[in-house]
């Protein structure tokens, strides 16, 4: 702090290497899982959003974590809340946290509200095979890469259209560059067909459901311990795939010793907070220990003990 105006302090700019022109449009999250693919180092790191919440959006995008994933097919968004959630995470980050929102698979309100707010990635959920992908890749590029439908209500001419690319007045260009389909593998039938799916054009990384897939399987619902040979068989053909097509893998850490092995099998962007769970287990955790001291205090009938010393009897 140098009590000049802020201009003229440039350590307070922010540096937001993936953003858009404008926070209003999506980062380029193409780009960055293409650096973190050729250096892992560059690995994208991020939080899962399952409150559906504008104010904790702006609490975690104040961290500035590189993406914020917002779930969208089971958090209790509406139309608004998503749409301003969005922007909220870019504008108060900075421009540093892109958005990668998961849609209900068949909702297309979802996904064009995702789109027109700034969304850097959608997540396709429950991919069995390519055919059904190709129909949403369809939906979220625009002309010539696809048919997505042009909204005027995103910007105003001459005041909020500004492009990063030449020849790009609408952004249009700026989505088709930027934006990034992420396959979501939860099912028997898309593991066995996850050859077709990770070698689809259009699709630029992959993310694997296991919950779902253990459900699908037919084998028991657990999280940790040692994994069931269909589940293991499952997330080697996964991981296989990714490295086949050169696609990134996108995914969560349960815990935070499994980054280096998730790392190792080509994750290339992880949420290692969830906004439920960790609210839940702080909460929890927080009360567990003050009930110990009260435990402990308890004993000594209050009468403070200096450390190293008996109670008194």
């Known amino acids: 702090m140098t009590d000049q105006r802020y201009l003229d302090q440039p350590e307070l700019h922010a540096k937001a290497t993936y953003r858009s022109a404008l926070l209003t449009y999506p980062g380029n999250l193409r780009a960055a899982l293409k650096d973190a693919q050729e250096d892992p180092r560059k690995t994208l790191f991020g939080v899962a959003q399952g409150m559906a919440s504008v104010f904790v959006?702006?609490?975690?995008?104040?961290?500035?974590?590189?993406?914020?994933?917002m779930d969208a097919e089971h958090a209790m968004f509406d139309r608004s809340?998503?749409?301003?959630?969005?922007?909220?995470?870019?504008?108060?980050?900075?421009?540093?946290?892109?958005?990668?929102?998961?849609?209900?698979?068949?909702?297309?309100?979802?996904?064009?509200?995702?789109?027109?707010?700034?969304?850097?990635?959608?997540?396709?959920?429950?991919?069995?095979?390519?055919a059904e992908i190709k129909h949403l890749l369809n939906e979220i590029y625009y002309p010539p890469m696809g048919q997505r439908s042009f909204s005027p209500w995103t910007f105003t001419p001459g005041i909020s259209d500004k492009?990063?690319?030449?020849?790009?007045?609408?952004?249009?260009?700026?989505?088709?560059?930027?934006?990034?389909?992420?396959?979501?593998i939860e099912s028997v039938e898309g593991v066995k067909n996850i050859d077709?799916?990770?070698?689809?054009?259009?699709?630029?990384?992959?993310?694997?459901?296991?919950?779902?897939?253990?459900a699908d399987a037919g084998l028991e619902l657990k999280l940790g311990g040692e994994p069931h040979p269909t589940f293991a068989a499952a997330m080697g053909a996964f991981a296989e795939a990714g490295k086949?097509?050169?696609?990134?893998?996108?995914?969560?850490?349960?815990?935070?010793?499994?980054?280096?092995?998730?790392?190792?099998?080509?994750?290339?962007?992880?949420?290692?907070?969830?906004?439920?769970?960790?609210?839940?287990?702080?909460?929890h955790g927080s009360i567990a220990k003050g009930r110990e001291y009260a435990q402990a205090?308890?004993?000594?009938?209050?009468?403070?003990?200096?450390?190293?010393k008996a109670p008194p009897s």
């Open 57 to 69: 959006t702006k609490v975690l995008a104040s961290t500035q974590p590189d993406f914020i994933w």
């Open 244 to 283: 086949k097509y050169g696609k990134p893998l996108f995914g969560a850490a349960m815990s935070m010793d499994m980054v280096p092995m998730m790392i190792q099998q080509g994750y290339r962007a992880i949420a290692v907070a969830f906004d439920m769970w960790g609210l839940s287990n702080l909460v």
């Open 81 to 130: 809340s998503l749409y301003d959630a969005i922007q909220a995470a870019q504008h108060h980050s900075e421009g540093k946290s892109m958005v990668v929102v998961r849609i209900p698979k068949h909702d297309e309100t979802v996904l064009s509200t995702a789109l027109d707010a700034g969304a850097a990635g959608i997540v396709i959920p429950h991919c069995d095979n390519a």
């Open 196 to 214: 077709e799916i990770a070698a689809l054009e259009g699709v630029s990384a992959l993310m694997f459901g296991p919950g779902d897939f253990m």
């Open 163 to 184: 492009s990063l690319y030449k020849g790009d007045p609408f952004n249009m260009g700026t989505s088709n560059k930027h934006i990034v389909v992420i396959a979501q």
């Open 297 to 308: 205090a308890g004993a000594t009938n209050g009468v403070a003990v200096p450390n190293g």
